[in-house]
C-alpha cells in the first residue's frame, strides 16, 4: 500500500543508517554463513550468498571478514552454530519469525523469550505464523523516472510493485529474483536492495503513533541480539507516523 512501510523496508533503511558498524558486521556475518550453509560456499553458484556478499562490500566489510563468515558454514568448522527459526506474536498482535545463527542455543531463546515477554508479546509454537507468509523475492530501485523501469520488471516476472516518491519495490518469486534483479540492472537501474523476505499475506497496519513506537521498539529490541540473523513481521506503518519517529 502506497504510504505505508513493511518491515523489510523499515530494517533496510535502519541498516543503511546504523551507524554502529561492529553490530551491523556481526549481523551481516550471520547472513553470509547461513547463505553458504544452505546453498554452497561458491557465490557463482549459490546466488543468495552472492547478494549477501554484495550486500556485506557496499557496507565496507573487510574481505577478510567475510571469507571467516564463509569458512564458518564447513561442516567441522570451530565453533559450530545452530540454525533455528523462532515464532511468536508481539505488541499490537503482530505476527514475527525470527531466525538466529548461534553457538548456544538456550541462552539465545531465552534472550528472545525475555524480549516477547518484556513487550506484552509470548512466543508460539513451529507453524503457528509460518503460515502467514510467503516467500518472495524483493528488489528495490531508486530513481526518478522509474514507470520503464516497472513495466520491464512486471514483464520479467514481478507478482507485484509498490511505489514511493523515487522508490520503487519489485515482488517476485524466488527463483525469479537474480533474473530481473540482472536484466534491471542491465537498464541503468540504481538497484538500493535485493533479497528474500517473507512477506505476509495479510498485513496488521499500525496507524496510531503510541502503537507504532511500541511495536518498533520490540523489533529493535529483538534486532539487538546478536545471534538474531533476520527477523520478518506482518505490520505496516504510515511513512507520516514513521518521520514523526524517526
Request: charged content about 30%; overall charge neutral.
Amino acid at each position: 500500500m502506497s504510504g505505508h512501510s513493511k518491515w523489510h523496508s523499515i530494517r533496510h533503511q535502519k541498516s543503511i543508517k546504523d551507524a554502529r558498524r561492529g553490530k551491523l558486521f556481526t549481523k551481516l556475518a550471520s547472513a553470509i554463513t547461513i547463505a553458504a550453509r544452505e546453498g554452497g560456499i561458491d557465490p557463482e553458484t549459490n546466488f543468495k550468498l552472492r547478494l549477501t556478499i554484495d550486500k556485506a562490500k557496499a557496507a565496507n566489510m573487510p574481505k577478510e571478514n567475510i571469507e571467516r563468515a564463509i569458512i564458518r558454514a564447513k561442516p567441522g568448522a570451530g565453533g559450530e552454530l545452530t540454525e533455528a527459526t523462532y515464532e511468536g506474536f508481539g505488541p499490537e498482535g503482530i505476527a514475527i519469525m525470527v531466525r538466529v545463527l548461534t553457538d548456544n542455543k538456550n541462552r539465545t531463546l531465552s534472550e528472545i523469550r525475555n524480549v516477547f515477554s518484556s513487550s506484552g508479546g509470548k512466543m508460539a509454537g513451529a507453524g503457528s505464523v509460518s503460515h502467514q507468509f510467503v516467500q518472495k523475492g524483493v528488489v528495490t530501485i531508486i530513481g526518478k523516472d522509474l514507470d520503464d523501469l516497472e513495466l520491464l520488471a512486471i514483464d520479467s516476472g514481478a507478482l507485484d510493485t509498490q511505489r514511493d516518491g523515487e522508490k520503487l519495490v519489485i515482488f517476485c518469486q524466488p527463483q525469479d529474483l537474480h533474473k530481473i534483479k540482472k536484466e534491471l540492472e542491465t537498464k541503468g537501474a540504481k538497484v538500493e536492495d535485493a533479497d528474500f523476505s517473507f512477506e505476509a499475506q495479510s498485513p496488521v497496519y499500525i496507524k496510531e503513533k503510541d502503537k507504532a513506537r511500541k511495536v518498533l521498539q520490540f523489533m529493535d529490541a529483538l534486532e539487538e541480539i546478536d545471534e538474531v540473523a533476520k527477523s520478518w513481521a506482518n505490520f505496516d506503518i504510515e511513512n507520516e507516523i514513521l518521520k514523526e519517529l524517526a
